[in-house]
């Protein structure tokens, strides 16, 4: 078995993160590794004898944190950053190559053009709420960064104007809340502009006053 460097440090490891990430590096650096041989290594690690560790762990905590990562790799259900990192702190490699796998194994080769960026806008603009490349990527299951690069200006341009509409809807749905509320439970039937505020948590004086307008009318 070739073993690589998984501790790429000179510090000692202080929690169970830093832990977890050196065996995450063990594991997928050394594929044909048992089980049993990562978690005599986990449990020699965490030794405070072995000058590796602060203080001593847990042995339990360790054993559980041995199945977690074991499981994991099994599953498949490693994020991507951990496993970048561990092709980045594998030693056998030159910068190149490190580069080169990284970008062969992660970059996306699905690609999303201006005008099917715009079809998921329309779509998402049926629900009346404030869009973000947060949620037009959730859509589409990519990243916010593909998002980004794809979307023609035009329509950025809608977005935004959509945007500026719908937060003044959500922040009149609000203050009408507001006023419905103190409207049962007000005897005179008399309110102030800073009741409204307060109640609302909105203090668009223009925007209460709309609002007040569009009650009585």
Same mark, same amino acid.
């Given at each position: 078995?070739?073993?690589?460097?998984?501790?790429?440090?000179?510090?000692?490891?202080?929690?169970?993160?830093?832990?977890? =990430?050196?065996?995450? *590096?063990? !594991?997928?650096?050394?594929?044909?590794?048992? &089980? @049993?041989?990562?978690?005599?290594?986990? +449990?020699?690690?965490?030794?405070?004898?072995?000058?590796?560790?602060?203080?001593?762990?847990?042995?339990?905590?360790?054993?559980?944190?041995?199945?977690?990562?074991?499981?994991?790799?099994?599953?498949?259900?490693?994020?991507?950053?951990k496993v970048k990192?561990?092709l980045l702190f594998?030693?056998?490699?030159?910068?190149?190559?490190?580069?080169?796998?990284?970008? =062969?194994?992660?970059? *996306?080769? !699905?690609?999303?053009?201006?005008?099917?960026? &715009? @079809?998921?806008?329309?779509?998402?603009? +049926?629900?009346?709420?404030?869009?973000?490349?947060?949620k037009i990527a959730?859509?589409?299951?990519?990243?916010?960064?593909?998002?980004?690069?794809?979307?023609?200006?035009?329509?950025?341009?809608?977005?935004?104007?959509?945007?500026?509409?719908?937060?003044?809807?959500?922040?009149?749905?609000?203050?009408?809340?507001?006023?419905?509320?103190?409207?049962?439970?007000?005897?005179?039937?008399?309110?102030?502009?800073?009741?409204?505020?307060?109640?609302?948590?909105?203090?668009?004086?223009?925007?209460?006053?709309?609002?007040?307008?569009?009650?009585?009318?």
């Amino acid at each position: 078995m070739v073993w690589c460097k998984v501790v790429n440090t000179t510090r000692k490891l202080q929690n169970l993160s830093q832990v977890e =990430g050196v065996l995450y *590096r063990l !594991v997928y650096l050394n594929p044909e590794i048992m &089980y @049993e041989d990562m978690e005599a290594f986990a +449990l020699w690690l965490t030794d405070s004898s072995t000058g590796w560790v602060v203080n001593s762990f847990d042995k339990g905590g360790i054993q559980t944190l041995c199945d977690d990562v074991w499981n994991n790799f099994q599953d498949g259900k490693v994020y991507v950053n951990k496993v970048k990192r561990m092709l980045l702190f594998n030693p056998s490699l030159r910068s190149s190559d490190r580069c080169r796998i990284i970008g =062969g194994k992660f970059r *996306r080769s !699905v690609k999303y053009s201006a005008n099917q960026i &715009y @079809e998921i806008v329309q779509e998402l603009m +049926l629900d009346g709420k404030p869009l973000t490349a947060d949620k037009i990527a959730k859509k589409l299951k990519c990243s916010t960064v593909t998002i980004s690069r794809n979307m023609d200006d035009e329509t950025k341009g809608i977005i935004s104007e959509y945007n500026i509409e719908a937060r003044k809807n959500e922040k009149m749905e609000k203050i009408g809340k507001a006023i419905r509320e103190l409207l049962d439970n007000s005897k005179d039937k008399a309110l102030s502009i800073r009741q409204i505020r307060k109640l609302s948590s909105i203090p668009d004086q223009y925007l209460i006053k709309e609002a007040l307008k569009a009650v009585k009318g």
